[in-house]
Protein backbone atom coordinates (compact mmCIF):
# COMPACT_ATOMS: atom_id res chain seq x y z
CA UNK A 1 0.00 0.00 0.00
CA UNK A 2 3.11 2.43 0.76
CA UNK A 3 5.34 2.97 -2.13
CA UNK A 4 9.03 1.71 -1.26
CA UNK A 5 10.53 5.14 -1.66
CA UNK A 6 7.22 7.12 0.34
CA UNK A 7 9.31 9.27 2.87
CA UNK A 8 7.48 7.65 6.06
CA UNK A 9 9.81 4.63 5.43
CA UNK A 10 13.04 6.65 5.08
CA UNK A 11 11.55 8.33 8.17
CA UNK A 12 10.77 4.72 9.57
CA UNK A 13 14.55 3.56 8.92
CA UNK A 14 16.34 6.55 9.91
CA UNK A 15 14.61 6.42 13.57
CA UNK A 16 15.24 2.77 13.51
CA UNK A 17 18.85 3.50 13.08
CA UNK A 18 19.10 6.07 16.16
CA UNK A 19 20.58 5.31 19.59
CA UNK A 20 17.75 6.66 21.93
CA UNK A 21 18.90 5.22 25.29
CA UNK A 22 18.44 9.37 26.94
CA UNK A 23 14.87 8.99 25.57
CA UNK A 24 14.06 5.68 27.19
CA UNK A 25 16.01 7.21 30.21
CA UNK A 26 13.18 9.65 31.09
CA UNK A 27 10.70 6.74 31.49
CA UNK A 28 10.80 4.96 34.63
CA UNK A 29 8.28 2.06 33.67
CA UNK A 30 6.97 0.51 30.75
CA UNK A 31 3.18 0.19 29.75
CA UNK A 32 2.07 -2.97 27.21
CA UNK A 33 -0.22 -2.55 25.01
CA UNK A 34 0.71 1.25 24.06
CA UNK A 35 3.13 2.67 21.34
CA UNK A 36 6.47 2.65 22.43
CA UNK A 37 8.56 5.65 22.67
CA UNK A 38 10.58 5.04 18.76
CA UNK A 39 6.90 4.60 17.27
CA UNK A 40 5.91 8.23 18.95
CA UNK A 41 9.00 9.84 18.20
CA UNK A 42 8.40 8.41 14.48
CA UNK A 43 5.35 10.09 14.31
CA UNK A 44 6.00 13.23 16.11
CA UNK A 45 8.53 14.12 13.41
CA UNK A 46 5.68 12.73 11.11
CA UNK A 47 3.54 15.13 12.03
CA UNK A 48 5.64 17.72 12.19
CA UNK A 49 7.04 16.79 8.48
CA UNK A 50 3.24 17.78 7.48
CA UNK A 51 2.67 20.49 9.73
CA UNK A 52 0.46 18.96 12.31
CA UNK A 53 1.29 20.55 15.70
CA UNK A 54 -1.87 20.04 17.62
CA UNK A 55 -1.63 16.62 19.76
CA UNK A 56 -5.84 16.24 18.95
CA UNK A 57 -4.54 16.84 15.28
CA UNK A 58 -2.14 13.90 15.31
CA UNK A 59 -4.60 12.00 17.11
CA UNK A 60 -6.93 12.35 14.36
CA UNK A 61 -4.25 11.72 11.57
CA UNK A 62 -3.20 8.55 13.62
CA UNK A 63 -6.59 7.24 13.28
CA UNK A 64 -6.88 7.75 9.40
CA UNK A 65 -3.63 8.31 7.83
CA UNK A 66 -2.68 5.08 6.57
CA UNK A 67 1.16 6.76 6.83
CA UNK A 68 1.08 7.28 10.70
CA UNK A 69 -0.64 3.63 11.06
CA UNK A 70 2.70 2.10 9.55
CA UNK A 71 4.68 4.06 12.43
CA UNK A 72 2.50 2.58 14.63
CA UNK A 73 3.15 -1.19 13.47
CA UNK A 74 -0.24 -2.17 14.63
CA UNK A 75 -0.62 -0.68 17.63
CA UNK A 76 -3.66 1.36 18.90
CA UNK A 77 -3.28 5.19 18.08
CA UNK A 78 -2.70 7.64 21.54
CA UNK A 79 -5.18 9.33 22.61
CA UNK A 80 -4.59 13.55 22.25
CA UNK A 81 -3.78 13.53 26.15
CA UNK A 82 -0.74 10.62 25.85
CA UNK A 83 0.79 12.40 22.81
CA UNK A 84 0.82 15.72 25.06
CA UNK A 85 2.52 13.91 27.55
CA UNK A 86 5.17 12.55 25.25
CA UNK A 87 5.85 15.78 24.53
CA UNK A 88 5.30 17.18 27.54
CA UNK A 89 7.67 14.86 30.13
CA UNK A 90 10.01 12.94 27.62
CA UNK A 91 10.64 14.83 24.10
CA UNK A 92 11.69 17.51 25.76
CA UNK A 93 13.95 16.48 28.31
CA UNK A 94 16.47 15.26 25.60
CA UNK A 95 15.10 16.83 22.36
CA UNK A 96 18.12 19.04 22.14
CA UNK A 97 20.30 15.33 22.30
CA UNK A 98 18.14 14.04 19.98
CA UNK A 99 18.07 16.98 16.99
CA UNK A 100 21.73 17.14 16.92
CA UNK A 101 22.32 13.49 16.76
CA UNK A 102 19.71 13.82 13.79
CA UNK A 103 22.03 16.54 12.21
CA UNK A 104 25.25 14.20 12.07
CA UNK A 105 23.48 11.55 11.05
CA UNK A 106 22.09 13.93 7.84
CA UNK A 107 25.34 16.10 7.61
CA UNK A 108 27.58 12.15 8.01
CA UNK A 109 24.97 10.87 4.83
CA UNK A 110 25.78 14.15 2.80
CA UNK A 111 22.31 15.29 3.09
CA UNK A 112 22.76 18.97 4.83
CA UNK A 113 26.39 20.56 4.47
CA UNK A 114 27.53 22.53 7.10
CA UNK A 115 28.55 25.22 5.44
CA UNK A 116 26.40 28.16 6.91
CA UNK A 117 25.42 27.95 10.34
CA UNK A 118 22.56 29.74 12.42
CA UNK A 119 22.84 29.20 15.92
CA UNK A 120 20.86 32.24 17.17
CA UNK A 121 16.93 30.65 16.29
CA UNK A 122 17.09 32.30 12.85
CA UNK A 123 14.14 31.26 10.94
CA UNK A 124 15.02 30.79 7.27
CA UNK A 125 11.98 29.97 4.90
CA UNK A 126 10.66 28.65 7.52
CA UNK A 127 6.81 26.77 7.91
CA UNK A 128 5.99 29.59 10.79
CA UNK A 129 6.69 32.79 8.20
CA UNK A 130 7.50 31.49 4.78
CA UNK A 131 7.78 35.27 4.21
CA UNK A 132 10.70 35.86 6.43
CA UNK A 133 14.15 35.74 5.12
CA UNK A 134 17.45 36.09 6.01
CA UNK A 135 19.71 37.43 3.69
CA UNK A 136 23.56 36.97 4.55
CA UNK A 137 24.33 41.05 3.52
CA UNK A 138 21.94 41.77 6.97
CA UNK A 139 23.41 38.79 9.39
CA UNK A 140 26.64 40.08 8.08
CA UNK A 141 25.87 43.09 9.25
CA UNK A 142 24.24 42.73 12.28
CA UNK A 143 27.04 40.24 13.37
CA UNK A 144 29.55 42.88 12.81
CA UNK A 145 27.22 45.05 15.35
CA UNK A 146 27.08 42.61 18.00
CA UNK A 147 30.66 42.33 18.05
CA UNK A 148 30.73 45.78 18.43
CA UNK A 149 28.41 45.77 21.33
CA UNK A 150 30.29 42.93 23.25
CA UNK A 151 33.43 45.09 22.68
CA UNK A 152 32.26 47.72 24.08
CA UNK A 153 30.95 46.06 26.96
CA UNK A 154 34.02 44.17 27.63
CA UNK A 155 35.81 47.84 28.13
CA UNK A 156 33.29 48.90 30.28
CA UNK A 157 33.39 45.87 32.51
CA UNK A 158 37.41 45.66 32.51
CA UNK A 159 37.09 49.83 33.78
CA UNK A 160 34.59 49.78 36.00
CA UNK A 161 35.61 46.66 38.28
CA UNK A 162 39.11 46.51 37.12
CA UNK A 163 39.65 43.39 35.61
CA UNK A 164 41.48 42.77 32.50
CA UNK A 165 38.88 40.72 30.27
CA UNK A 166 41.14 40.07 27.23
CA UNK A 167 44.63 39.08 27.23
CA UNK A 168 46.62 38.78 24.09
CA UNK A 169 43.34 38.60 22.02
CA UNK A 170 41.67 35.84 24.29
CA UNK A 171 39.07 35.93 26.79
CA UNK A 172 40.03 33.10 29.50
CA UNK A 173 37.60 31.30 31.58
CA UNK A 174 39.24 32.50 34.89
CA UNK A 175 38.90 36.15 34.06
CA UNK A 176 35.07 35.60 32.85
CA UNK A 177 34.24 33.76 36.04
CA UNK A 178 35.96 36.17 38.12
CA UNK A 179 33.97 39.26 36.16
CA UNK A 180 31.06 36.88 36.97
CA UNK A 181 31.26 36.94 40.95
CA UNK A 182 31.85 40.71 40.54
CA UNK A 183 28.61 41.22 38.56
Excluded at 6 to 33: C, H, I, Q, W
Excluded at 72 to 93: C, K, N, Q, V
Excluded at 135 to 158: G, M, N, P, Y
Aim: aromatic share 8%; hydrophobic share 40%; net charge positive.
Amino acid sequence: MIPADDPVRLLSAFVEGMDLSELYATYDRVRKNRATSRQMLKIMIYASMNRLFSSRDIETACRRDINFMFLLEGMPAPDHSTIARFISLHLSACSKTLLSDMTSILHDLGEISGKTLFIDGTKIESCANKYTFVWKKSVTKHQARLFEKILSFIEECETLYGIKVVYNGKATLHTMKRLRKKL
